[in-house]
């Protein structure tokens, strides 16, 4: 094999490698983001239930009770 034949070669293999790689990695984030969303979904889920449940059990729904700033300087 000629030296050109060996480059080539070599080429075609890092090429193929560097692929492989890029896919795993694509792979690995396309996993974290299905994780997230299920993890989103599960969290949403939970509170639609919880807020179906409040309202056919006639309870109001929880009130932010919001305090005003007070002045410390009295």
């Known amino acids: 094999m000629s030296l050109d034949q060996d480059q080539q070669r070599a080429e075609k293999r890092f090429k193929q490698e560097e692929r492989a790689r890029d896919g795993r990695k694509a792979m690995t984030e396309y996993e974290t983001q299905a994780r997230a969303t299920r ?12 807020k179906e449940a409040q309202v056919q059990t006639g309870e109001p729904p929880a009130k932010l009770i919001k305090r005003r700033a007070t002045s410390r300087n009295k």
């Open 39 to 50: 993890a989103k979904t599960e969290r949403l889920r939970a509170l639609r239930l919880a």
